[in-house]
C-alpha cells in the first residue's frame, strides 16, 4: 500500500508476471473510480500493477486545486512578462539603470480603494443593502465567505437597474463590495445568485481587484517610456539603422502590454468560476446564472460548440467567451 495521493484515495502496488492487458484500465465501482495502470520493469515478463481508487469527489476535488494551480502559474507568467515588456523598454532607453528605474517606477502604489456609502453612490450610483431587506441573500452571502475564508463578508449594494442584469465586485478580502443590479436580482433564481456571489467573492479571496490595479500599473508605466523613448530615438535620429530595433519595440510595447493585460483578466475569471465551483460544490447554479446572462446581453443563447473561436479576436477579450466558461465548468464537474 503507497501513500494517498488525495485524502481518501487508496493506492496499492503489487508485482505480477506480465499479461495480455491494457496498460491502462479504468472500472466504476459504485461510487468509486478504479485506476488500474501496469508499468514496466527491469526484469522480463514482470510488471508493477498500481491500483488506485478513489471517490468521485476526491478526484474532482483534485482537479479543481489542478486547474486553480495552473491557472495561478498563467497570472504569474503574465506578470512577469508585463515586468520584462517594461524593462526592456527603460533598457533601450538607458541600458541597465533605465531598466531598473523603469521597473520601480512601474510598481503600483500602496492604498485600497475606499469603500463607503458616499462612495458607492458616485462611482455606481449603488445603495447599500441591508440584511432586514433579503435575509436570505445575506445568509447565503455569509455562508459562501465563510467557506472561502475571508476574514469579513462583503457589503452588499443594488443599482436600481431593472433593464441591466450585472454583478461584479471591488476590494480585497479585508474590505470589499459586491454590487448588484436590481434586474440581476429579480431575474435570478436562489441557485443562480449563490453561483454569482461565489464567483464574486473568488474575485475577493483571490484579490484580483490588486492583481488587475498591479497589470494596469505596469501597462502605464510601459506606455509613458515608450513614449518617452520614442521621442528620444526622434532627438538622436530614429532613421539610423541601430535605432531601427528600438524603435519596433518602443512601437508595440503599448499593445503588447495591453493584450498580456487582456489576457490576465481572462485567465482570473476562469479562476473565478473553478473556486464558485468549489465553493459551492455544484456548477448548476453558475451555469444557468452565464446562460441567463448570455440571452440577456446577446439575444441569443449559449452554444457550447463555440467554445474555441476562430481568430484572433479571443485576444481582445477581457473576459473568455460565455461558451469557454460554461464548457470549462462543465469538465471540472464531470
Known amino acids: ?21 491494457e496498460p491502462l484500465q479504468i472500472l466504476r465501482c459504485g461510487e468509486s473510480v478504479v485506476l488500474i495502470i501496469f508499468l514496466p520493469t527491469d526484469h522480463p515478463g514482470i510488471v508493477v500493477r498500481c491500483r488506485i481508487e478513489a471517490e468521485y469527489r476526491d478526484l474532482s476535488r483534485f482537479r479543481w486545486h489542478l486547474v486553480r494551480d495552473m491557472n495561478h502559474r498563467r497570472s504569474a507568467w503574465v ?15 538607458s541600458g541597465a539603470d533605465g531598466a531598473h528605474r523603469a521597473i520601480n517606477g512601474g510598481m503600483p502604489r500602496s492604498g485600497e480603494a475606499i469603500i463607503s456609502q458616499e462612495a458607492m453612490w458616485r462611482w455606481f450610483g449603488a445603495r447599500p443593502l441591508q440584511p432586514v431587506d ?3 441573500l445575506f445568509h447565503l452571502l455569509a455562508d459562501i465567505s465563510r467557506r472561502a475564508g475571508l476574514p469579513r463578508a462583503p457589503d452588499l449594494y443594488y443599482v436600481a437597474a431593472t433593464s441591466k442584469m450585472n454583478g461584479y465586485a471591488i476590494g480585497g478580502p479585508e474590505r470589499s463590495a459586491i454590487i448588484l443590479t436590481e434586474g440581476l436580482l429579480r431575474s435570478m433564481t436562489v441557485g443562480e445568485i449563490a453561483g454569482i456571489l461565489a464567483h464574486e467573492i473568488a474575485h475577493i479571496g483571490n484579490n484580483d481587484a490588486w492583481a488587475m490595479g498591479w497589470a494596469a500599473a ?23 539603422a541601430p535605432a531601427r530595433p528600438l ?27 473553478a473556486a464558485a465551483l468549489e465553493l459551492t460544490g455544484s456548477s448548476h447554479g453558475l451555469i444557468a446564472a452565464l446562460d441567463k446572462l448570455e440571452l440577456h446581453h446577446t439575444g441569443s443563447a449559449v452554444r457550447l460548440a463555440a467554445m474555441c473561436e476562430d481568430g484572433p479576436t479571443w485576444l481582445l477579450r477581457s473576459h473568455p467567451a460565455t461558451s469557454e466558461r460554461v464548457g470549462t465548468l462543465l469538465n471540472l464537474a464531470h
Open 134 to 136: 433579503m435575509p436570505s
Open 247 to 273: 524603435a519596433i519595440l518602443l512601437r508595440a510595447a503599448p499593445a503588447l502590454g495591453q493584450l498580456l493585460c487582456l489576457a490576465l483578466s481572462r485567465i482570473r475569471e476562469l479562476d473565478a468560476d
Open 79 to 93: 506578470i512577469a512578462a508585463l515586468v520584462l515588456l517594461l524593462a526592456l523598454c527603460g533598457w533601450s532607453i
Open 1 to 21: 500500500m503507497g501513500p494517498s495521493i488525495v485524502p481518501g484515495t487508496c493506492v496499492s502496488f503489487v508485482l505480477q508476471r506480465a499479461a495480455r492487458v
Open 218 to 240: 505596469l501597462l502605464r508605466a510601459i506606455e509613458l517610456i515608450s513614449l518617452n523613448g520614442l521621442a528620444w530615438l526622434r532627438v538622436q535620429g530614429a532613421g539610423a
